[in-house]
């Protein structure tokens, strides 16, 4: 569990789902019930025992480096450094790829800067830094149950087996999981990529092909951030927690 303390935050995206808000607020920095996403993530991967975390940015950038320039000066971990891709962005898989030499030679956390979720006694993230195994695994990703995942449309992404095996979801059926914006990578398993931007799921495929990607099922409820209408599902299903 030691090997992991650094975690890559996608922060790049241009959110147009919550347009016309995120034309001039970057979709990380949206509050839910007071608070931006990317602050609730940051303070959980802080939580679970992350000290760094290289955040990318593209679009809005000027506005999330304010950000993390305020939580160092508030003294808030974890230690932040910026991946810039102001030239292009590059989606999740070429985001990673470009940040490979801050993020260092043991395994790392891949975040979506906006995953949000009601955790249970737990901490997902230390959950997982204990879970991961890269004598087996290539990737390990923290999945929701689908029927209990708040804001998501669509027929879920995974099957687990007993031993935590994923394999994707049959063109026509319907999956017990859905990806919940966190996972464990090994730095390894980033080679022969395309030029520029490309999805992660090029590397999962790839896990999954060698029987190496592995599910972690998150102890509480993943809430799903991706319209301006979920804001308020997220602060009503906070409410109700407390």
Known sequence: MSMIGTAMVLAAGKGMRMRPLTDRLPKPLVEVAGRSLLDRLLDRLAQGGIGRAVVNVHHLADQIEARLDRRRAEGLGPQTEVSDERDALLETGGGVARALPLLGPAPFFICNADTFWLQ????????????????????????????????????????????????????????????????????????????????????????????????????????????????????AALAAEQ
């Open 120 to 235: 249970g006694v737990e901490s997902p993230i230390a959950a997982m830094r204990a879970a991961f195994d890269p004598a087996r695994m290539d990737g390990l990703l923290l999945l929701a149950s689908t029927a209990t995942a708040v804001g998501l449309e669509g027929a879920g992404d995974f099957l687990m087996d007993e031993d935590g095996r994923l394999i994707r979801r049959p063109e026509q059926g319907v999956a017990p999981f859905v990806y919940a914006g966190c996972a464990i990578m090994r730095p390894e398993v980033f080679t022969d990529l395309p030029a520029g931007a490309f999805s992660l799921n090029l590397l999962w495929n790839r896990a999954i092909a060698a029987g190496r990607l592995f599910g972690h099922r998150l102890d509480g409820q993943f809430i799903h951030v991706g319209t301006i209408p979920a804001i308020a599902e997220a602060e």
